[in-house]
Structures are given as C-alpha cells and as structure tokens.
C-alpha cells in the first residue's frame, strides 16, 4: 500500500474513532461514575490526532491535515491541542481547498498519444462545461509529426458558421480577444484557431477561457473552458509540429 493510501486510512480510522467517542459534554448521565480510564483514553485519542496533525502539516499534507485540525477543534474545545491547532488550521483549510481545486481541474484534461496516418501525434484535450453532453464542445490541441501544430474546437451535429476566415469573439480571464478561424476542407464539425501558437501561449496561465460560436442550424452561444488545470509538460514538442 503506498504511503498517501496508508495515510488515508490512518486519517479515516482516526476520525471514527473520535466520532464514535463519547466526548465531555456526551459522555456519562449525571449522577453516573465514569469508566476507569476514561480521561486517560482520552488524552490519548487527542494526543495521537494532534500528533498525525503536526506529520501532515510538516509533510504539506494540506487535504489530510484540514479535516484532523477541524476535528480536533471541534472535539476538544478550550483544550491546548485545539489551541494549538487554532493558528494553523485556516492556512491548512485554504491550502486543502487549492488542491481539491487543483486537481479537479487537471483532471479536465485529456492527454493522448499515438500514431495518426502513419506519424506520431499527441493532443490534449477538454470539454465545455455545459452540463448537458449533447451540447458539449471540445477543445483540441494537437501536434502531429507531418501535419504540424493545430488548435481547433470539435462539436457534433453540422459543425460550425463560417465564411473564410473568421472572428470569433473570446476571453481570457475576462480579457477580451478576437480569434480569427476558419473551417477544415474535410467536412468534419471542427473549426480551428488561425494562430494556434499565440492561442497555446496565452492559455497558460488562464483560468476560464470562454470563445462565442455559432453552430450551423442553431443561435450563437458562448463556450466555457475551466483550463486552469492545462500541463504543457504532457503536450510536448513533435519533430515537424511547429512551435
């Protein structure tokens, strides 16, 4: 088993055994004794949560870390470990919360490689965030050893509106740009981006990139691409694809 996967377990047994202990304002009914040992079990519990607290801030363990501190906080209030846990737990909480964001986003995209008409090739890939997979776009960068560099949105049904080249409107982070693109000769429901180069630049970096199409037989809408998640490192460079 590998160490995240030991540590999750280790989190999770943790937090039910704090869940299903009685803690001080639960416990006894008045009037009732307490079991022997229960102030030392509890120390205990406390001691062994606040000590798996500490290991995951000192291994930034932030996604570990936040729900232990939280726990803690909640389970012994007023207590010296809570007091402790208290100064770092919001950083914790916030760092925890950047992850979960990270790599949901990183796992919006679709990286493939492979042999395409008898040359390497390698894309990267990510839908549209309408919630309906009918009206799905995706956008599709692709490097391809004999064909080169290219950028260009996929859809279904008779493809895209048009005429040469054209502009379509877009955003990157909200900083308005105008795209001009043009439609493939074979027919496909693809259009693609003229300057695939300065598109994969500034996509770096974006977070939210929206472009506004028309699809043919159907009203103009804007398309969003949460592409914060996008790892140049795994679109790499193919000898004859254009940089």
């Not at 390698?122 to 799905?136: E, F, G, K, P, W």
């Not at 630049?201 to 028309?214: E, F, P, Q, W, Y």
């Amino acid at each position: 088993m590998s160490t995240p996967m030991r540590c999750l377990c280790a989190v999770a047994a943790l937090l039910l055994l704090a869940a299903c202990s009685p803690s001080p304002q639960t416990g006894a009914p008045a009037g009732a004794q307490a079991p022997a040992g229960g102030a030392g079990a509890d120390s205990a519990q406390q001691a062994k949560a606040l000590g798996m607290y500490r290991d995951m801030l000192a291994g930034q363990q932030w996604e570990l870390a936040a729900p232990i501190g939280k726990e803690i906080v909640d389970k012994y209030p007023g207590s010296a470990a809570a007091a402790e846990v208290q100064k770092t737990l919001a950083d914790a909480s916030a760092k925890a919360d950047a992850e979960a964001t990270r790599r949901r986003l990183a796992a919006l995209w679709i990286y493939q490689s492979g042999k395409e008409s008898g040359a390497d090739q390698v894309t990267a890939s990510i839908y549209s965030r309408d919630l309906a997979a009918a009206n799905r776009v995706r956008l599709i960068l692709r490097r391809h050893a004999k064909w080169g560099q290219s950028v260009y949105l996929f859809g279904s049904g008779k493809g895209f509106a048009c005429k040469g080249v054209c502009k379509l409107e877009a955003s990157f982070d909200g900083q308005p740009a105008k795209l001009a693109a043009f439609l493939p000769d074979s027919g496909e429901p693809a259009i693609f981006i003229k300057d695939d180069k300065g598109f994969i630049a500034r996509l770096a970096g974006t977070r939210l990139l929206t472009i506004k199409v028309t699809e043919k037989g159907k009203d103009a809408r804007e398309l969003g691409f949460e592409v914060g998640g996008y790892d140049a490192a795994k679109f790499p460079q193919l000898a004859g694809s254009r940089k």
